[in-house]
């Protein structure tokens, strides 16, 4: 069953496809398992990030980001949690000299859905508003960055996290206006868009629509044997006309799939009849 912290994980591997940053996710970062939910490593190679979403300009050499979706709570504990995943971390990069490690090389972040309200009341004094739905939260001697997806501005940098925004209107925004990377992982949209049901959002019909327009569009950018690779008949005729799937399948996958009315209506009546006297003689 696909989760909420799969749908965001994935999400962001294909927003930092092809840039200069390598998404590790549920990153094993101590001797016994602790699954950090996205590490984020800059690279040597890649194509250089210009413009990123909110709350994520200060991206460092190594970023380590704990997420919490709609009906989870970001609270203190779960930024002590953080914090140790990140002092995990450095030992694991240097074991000897883990404590040398300069700070600058690092940054934490903590995103959720939902504006952090059980925090203690030391952290809430030491959260600082940068901009609409992004925070910076003093300790020790380090900034963790919180980002509250449900605040951010509906801009199109920003589409990849009105996706998770636990809202009908943002989901609607960024499912528009995100630019997939990786064209089949736009598939992702499809469970998301059951999963905010599943919690009573009200989503709208069109969202269903605007999911089929955007499938079509990015499979009809891809070679027809690309398109159709894997993908069951059933599935194949929703998206493309029976002209269309006549043309890149079998005969005999068609005639096992499709009734002979969906073939025959691709033909008109003088073509069926000179094919039959064809076959008459």
Request: hydrophobic share 35%; glycine share 4%.
């Given at each position: 069953?696909?989760?909420?912290?799969?749908?965001?994980?994935?999400?962001?591997?294909?927003?930092?496809?092809?840039?200069?940053?390598?998404?590790?996710?549920?990153?094993?970062?101590?001797?016994?398992?602790?699954?950090?939910?996205?590490?984020?490593?800059?690279?040597?190679?890649?194509?250089?990030?210009?413009?990123?979403?909110?709350?994520?300009?200060n991206l460092s050499r190594h970023n380590l980001l704990t997420y919490k979706s709609l009906r989870e709570t970001l609270d203190t504990l779960v930024i002590y949690e953080l914090?140790?995943?990140?002092?995990?971390?450095?030992?694991?990069?240097?074991?000897?000299?883990?404590?040398?490690?300069?700070?600058?090389?690092?940054?934490?972040?903590?995103?959720?859905?939902?504006?952090?309200?059980?925090?203690?009341?030391?952290?809430?004094?030491?959260?600082?508003?940068?901009?609409?739905?992004?925070?910076?939260?003093?300790?020790?001697?380090?900034?963790?960055?919180?980002?509250?997806?449900?605040?951010?501005?509906?801009?199109?940098?920003?589409?990849?996290?009105?996706?998770?925004?636990?809202?009908?209107?943002?989901?609607?925004?960024?499912?528009?206006?995100?630019?997939?990377?990786?064209?089949?992982?736009?598939?992702l949209l499809n469970p998301l868009f059951k999963l905010y049901r599943q919690e009573g959002i009200n989503m709208s019909y069109t969202i269903e629509q605007a999911y089929r327009?955007?499938?079509?569009?990015?499979?009809?950018?891809?070679?027809?044997?690309?398109?159709?690779?894997?993908?069951?008949?059933?599935?194949?005729?929703?998206?493309?006309?029976?002209?269309?799937?006549?043309?890149?399948?079998?005969?005999?996958?068609?005639?096992?799939?499709?009734?002979?009315?969906?073939?025959?209506?691709?033909?008109?009546?003088?073509?069926?009849?000179?094919?039959?006297?064809?076959?008459?003689?």
């Amino acid at each position: 069953m696909i989760d909420w912290h799969h749908l965001f994980e994935w999400t962001l591997v294909d927003y930092f496809t092809g840039s200069n940053y390598r998404v590790d996710l549920e990153k094993d970062i101590s001797v016994k398992p602790q699954r950090l939910d996205v590490l984020l490593i800059e690279k040597s190679t890649g194509t250089l990030l210009t413009e990123v979403p909110d709350g994520l300009e200060n991206l460092s050499r190594h970023n380590l980001l704990t997420y919490k979706s709609l009906r989870e709570t970001l609270d203190t504990l779960v930024i002590y949690e953080l914090v140790s995943y990140y002092v995990n971390y450095r030992k694991l990069l240097d074991h000897k000299k883990w404590d040398e490690l300069p700070n600058s090389e690092f940054q934490l972040y903590a995103v959720t859905t939902r504006y952090p309200r059980k925090f203690s009341k030391e952290f809430e004094t030491q959260l600082e508003k940068q901009k609409a739905g992004v925070y910076d939260l003093k300790h020790g001697n380090h900034t963790i960055r919180v980002i509250v997806l449900s605040e951010i501005q509906k801009t199109p940098k920003n589409a990849v996290w009105q996706l998770f925004s636990s809202q009908a209107k943002g989901f609607d925004f960024g499912s528009e206006h995100y630019q997939w990377r990786y064209p089949p992982a736009i598939a992702l949209l499809n469970p998301l868009f059951k999963l905010y049901r599943q919690e009573g959002i009200n989503m709208s019909y069109t969202i269903e629509q605007a999911y089929r327009e955007c499938v079509r569009d990015t499979l009809e950018s891809l070679p027809p044997e690309e398109r159709l690779r894997g993908m069951p008949l059933p599935e194949i005729i929703n998206y493309f006309s029976p002209a269309e799937v006549i043309k890149q399948l079998s005969p005999a996958e068609v005639v096992k799939q499709l009734s002979l009315d969906d073939i025959f209506q691709q033909f008109s009546k003088e073509e069926i009849e000179e094919h039959l006297a064809k076959l008459k003689q």
